[in-house]
């Protein structure tokens, strides 16, 4: 069965490094997405991507965030300096549905990368 | 911002019964509410997408129903297995369809 996966599982990081994190999502899929939960919160949303662009993104999604799909397959999320708040598990999200209002916008979650920020 | 609310937080059952969780949102402007299963170390995987006031849906010993109306949806666990020990979690999609996702439910079945 078809499955997004999240490379690494956890990054170690000291505060103020850039870290990119990888994600390769289902391959006819036209939506993708990055949500995060820090530590004993929600899952929040972080940022939309469709057709080579950002299409929606949270207050969480600052300057320091950015997103790129660099070829047909991987999509990744650059953190350019982090902080220590920055630390949290970032899930990766894709979806073959447009637009409709979500009402069938099942999106495909990967296992998570754990950010460590120290 | 959205006050998408799960109770309980926690709970913890023995094998074999049954328990169910609810998850309450905004009544207004609904597309849909989605619940996702999520074991730790893994993928949150999607059980169901609700649509309609009074929908019912069923996967295995899994079901859920929705309430639009008064804004809420009861998840159903029936005969629990200590498989079934995860978090729930309900997500209601907003604006160009990203998940606003509430507190979650972590059950745990004792066998």
């Known amino acids: ?118 | 911002i959205l006050n998408v609310e799960q109770s309980p937080q926690s709970l913890h059952v023995q094998e074999g019964d049954s328990t169910n969780f609810t998850c309450s949102f905004p009544s207004s402007n609904f597309y849909a509410l989605h619940w996702y299963r999520w074991e730790t170390a893994k993928s949150p995987e999607a059980l169901f997408v609700m649509t309609l006031n009074g929908d019912e849906k069923k996967k295995g010993r899994i079901s859920a129903t929705l309430n639009t109306k008064e804004g809420y949806s009861y998840l159903y666990i029936k005969g629990s297995q200590p498989e079934d020990s995860a978090t729930y979690l309900c997500a209601f999609p907003t604006g160009a369809n990203n998940l606003f996702f509430g507190t979650g439910t972590r059950l745990t079945v004792i066998p």
């Open chain 1, 1 to 118: 069965e078809p499955e997004v996966t999240q490379t690494p599982s956890h990054q170690v990081t000291q505060m103020g490094q850039e870290v990119i994190l990888r994600c390769v999502p289902i391959s006819n899929h036209l939506y993708f997405y990055w949500y995060r939960q820090i530590l004993g919160q929600k899952v929040e949303f972080l940022v939309s991507f469709y057709n080579n662009e950002i299409s929606e993104k949270s207050e969480i999604f600052d300057d320091q965030f950015s997103v790129e799909r660099p070829d047909g397959s991987n999509f990744t999320l650059k953190i350019r300096s982090t902080k220590l708040e920055d630390s949290a598990m970032y899930f990766c999200a894709s979806s073959d549905q447009i637009g409709g209002g979500g009402a069938k916008n099942i999106q495909y979650f990967g296992a998570g990368t754990r950010l460590s920020v120290l």
